[in-house]
C-alpha cells in the first residue's frame, strides 16, 4: 500500500493557476448621509440669510456711492452678492479637466465681487454708527461677505459630495 501511495503521489501535478495582474483600485468616495444633507441645508440656510441681509445693506451702499434709486441698486446688489455663490458653486462642481479653465475667470471675479460686497456693505453700515462704532460696523460690513463666502463653500460643498 505504501507502494501505491508513493506511485499515486508521484503521478499527481499540480495545478498552476495563472495570477492575474491587480487592477488599479478607483478611490471610493464616502456615501452622503443623512447627516451630509442635514448639515448642508442648515449651512445653506444661514448663507441665504445673510444674504439677503448683505444684499440690503449693499443696495444701500450702492445708492449711496452712486446716488441710483433702488430699482437699480438691488438688481446690481443682487448681481453681485449671488454673482460670487454662483461663481463659487461652478468652482466647486466644474470636472476636475475643466476647473482649470473655470478658475481662470471665477476666481478674479469673486475676488472682486467679495471686495465690492465688503466695501459696500462696510460703507452702508458705517453710514449709521456715530462715533468710534464707526469702526465696528465697517468690521461688521466687511464680515458678511466672507461669512456668506465661507458658508457658501462649506454648505456646497456637502451637498454636492459624489455618492
Given at each position: 500500500?505504501?507502494?501505491?501511495?508513493?506511485?499515486?503521489?508521484?503521478?499527481?501535478l499540480k495545478i498552476?493557476r495563472?495570477?492575474?495582474?491587480?487592477?488599479?483600485?478607483?478611490?471610493?468616495s464616502?456615501?452622503t448621509?443623512?447627516s451630509?444633507t442635514?448639515?448642508?441645508?442648515?449651512?445653506?440656510a444661514?448663507?441665504?440669510?445673510?444674504?439677503?441681509?448683505s444684499?440690503?445693506?449693499?443696495?444701500?451702499?450702492?445708492?449711496?456711492?452712486?446716488?441710483?434709486?433702488?430699482a437699480?441698486?438691488w438688481?446690481?446688489?443682487a448681481?453681485?452678492?449671488?454673482g460670487?455663490v454662483?461663481?463659487?458653486?461652478?468652482?466647486?462642481?466644474?470636472?476636475?479637466d475643466?476647473?482649470?479653465?473655470?478658475?481662470?475667470?471665477?476666481?478674479?471675479?469673486i475676488?472682486?465681487?467679495l471686495?465690492?460686497s465688503?466695501?459696500?456693505n462696510?460703507?452702508?453700515?458705517?453710514?449709521?454708527a456715530?462715533?468710534?462704532?464707526?469702526f465696528p460696523?465697517?468690521?461688521?460690513?466687511?464680515?458678511?461677505?466672507?461669512?456668506?463666502?465661507?458658508l457658501t463653500?462649506?454648505?456646497?460643498t456637502?451637498?454636492?459630495?459624489k455618492?
Amino acid at each position: 500500500m505504501s507502494i501505491n501511495a508513493k506511485s499515486t503521489s508521484s503521478n499527481v501535478l499540480k495545478i498552476q493557476r495563472p495570477t492575474h495582474s491587480k487592477k488599479a483600485r478607483k478611490p471610493r468616495s464616502r456615501k452622503t448621509t443623512a447627516s451630509h444633507t442635514i448639515a448642508a441645508t442648515g449651512i445653506l440656510a444661514v448663507g441665504l440669510v445673510l444674504v439677503g441681509l448683505s444684499l440690503s445693506h449693499l443696495a444701500e451702499g450702492v445708492q449711496v456711492v452712486t446716488g441710483s434709486g433702488a430699482a437699480t441698486a438691488w438688481p446690481m446688489a443682487a448681481g453681485i452678492d449671488l454673482g460670487f455663490v454662483a461663481l463659487e458653486i461652478a468652482l466647486l462642481i466644474s470636472p476636475n479637466d475643466l476647473r482649470p479653465a473655470v478658475s481662470r475667470y471665477a476666481s478674479p471675479a469673486i475676488a472682486g465681487t467679495l471686495a465690492i460686497s465688503a466695501a459696500m456693505n462696510a460703507l452702508a453700515f458705517a453710514s449709521h454708527a456715530q462715533g468710534s462704532m464707526i469702526f465696528p460696523a465697517i468690521g461688521l460690513g466687511c464680515a458678511i461677505p466672507a461669512l456668506i463666502y465661507a458658508l457658501t463653500k462649506t454648505g456646497a460643498t456637502l451637498a454636492f459630495h459624489k455618492k
